[in-house]
């Protein structure tokens, strides 16, 4: 049987526990998944994209079946190019399915053979977004039942007073 694979694409910026329980999960339906990092120009990330992969990586552990890279340019075409036959990603709410509908959709158009799978976020994880973890740590909330541990240090070095 030929291997699966996935590529579960996003900006992580930076990750939350939401991501990783979905990267997990699909480790369980795929062989393998690709963590695609997005290089977005027009977005202003808190964290680079190596610090971002790194974040990840501390959190497979060394886990063979999942891979670490970074996007920039077209998802589908990536996802062509790795020969990967699906995209995975997380639906929190109702409010994310517009735009992952069409976004999937678009994706199928440019490479029709490409499926979006969805998996449904712990209904616990379902406020957790990286801007809101960002914009609460960076007021000095507490997040770190919502992140990483290395995350959290990450984020509180980031903010922390000069
Ligand atoms: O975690 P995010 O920021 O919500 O992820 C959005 C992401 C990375 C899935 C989306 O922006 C994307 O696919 N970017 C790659 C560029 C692309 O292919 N755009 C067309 C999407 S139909």
Redesign the pocket.
């Known amino acids: 049987m030929p291997e699966t694979l996935a590529i579960c ?4 910026d930076p990750p939350t526990l939401g991501h990783l329980d979905i990267i997990r999960r699909g480790l369980r339906l795929f062989d393998r998944v690709i963590v695609a990092v ?1 290089i ?1 120009v027009r977005k202003k990330p808190l964290f680079t994209v190596e610090e971002r992969i790194e974040m990840l990586r501390v959190c497979f552990d060394g886990d063979p079946r999942v891979d670490f890279d970074s ?1 920039e ?4 075409s990536y996802a062509r190019q790795r020969g990967a036959q699906a995209i995975l990603r997380g639906l929190r709410a109702p409010s994310d399915f517009e735009y992952e509908l069409q ?1 999937s959709q ?2 199928r158009h440019l490479v029709p053979d490409l499926e979006t799978v969805f998996l449904s976020t712990e209904p616990v994880g379902s406020y957790v977004s990286s801007s809101l973890v960002k914009e609460v740590a960076s007021l000095g909330g507490d997040v770190g039942a919502l992140v990483p541990p290395h995350v959290n240090a990450a984020l509180r070095a980031r903010y922390a007073a000069p």
Do not use: K, V
Request: charged share 0%.
């Open positions: 694409p996003g900006s992580f997005t977005n996007l340019g077209l998802l589908a976004m678009m994706n």
